[in-house]
C-alpha cells in the first residue's frame, strides 16, 4: 500500500500513463504501491466525474446548528 495519499493531479498522471500503454496496470500497481481496486476506483471516478473525481473525498461532514435542525426533522 502507499504510505501517502496520491492527489488528484497524481492518480491523473498514473491513468493517463496506463492509457497510453506506457505501463500497464498490474506493473503500475507493483510500481506505485497501491492496490488494483484502488486503480478501478480512480478510473470509474474519472469516467464518471473528471478530474473532480480523483479529488480527495471527505466523509465527516461537519453542519451547523441550523442545519442539524433541518436534517432531523
Given amino acids: 500500500?502507499?504510505?501517502?495519499?496520491?492527489?488528484?493531479?497524481?492518480?491523473?498522471?498514473?491513468?493517463?500513463?496506463?492509457?497510453?500503454?506506457?505501463?500497464?496496470?498490474?506493473?503500475?500497481?507493483?510500481?506505485?504501491?497501491?492496490?488494483?481496486?484502488?486503480?478501478v476506483k480512480w478510473q470509474r471516478r474519472y469516467q464518471l466525474y473528471g478530474y473532480v473525481g480523483l479529488e480527495a473525498r471527505t466523509h465527516n461532514h461537519s453542519y451547523s446548528d441550523e442545519n442539524n435542525e433541518v436534517i432531523l426533522c
Avoid: D, T
Fill in 1 to 39: 500500500m502507499h504510505k501517502n495519499k496520491l492527489n488528484a493531479l497524481e492518480k491523473l498522471a498514473i491513468l493517463q500513463e496506463i492509457e497510453s500503454g506506457q505501463i500497464g496496470v498490474k506493473s503500475a500497481v507493483r510500481k506505485y504501491g497501491f492496490s488494483e481496486s484502488s486503480l
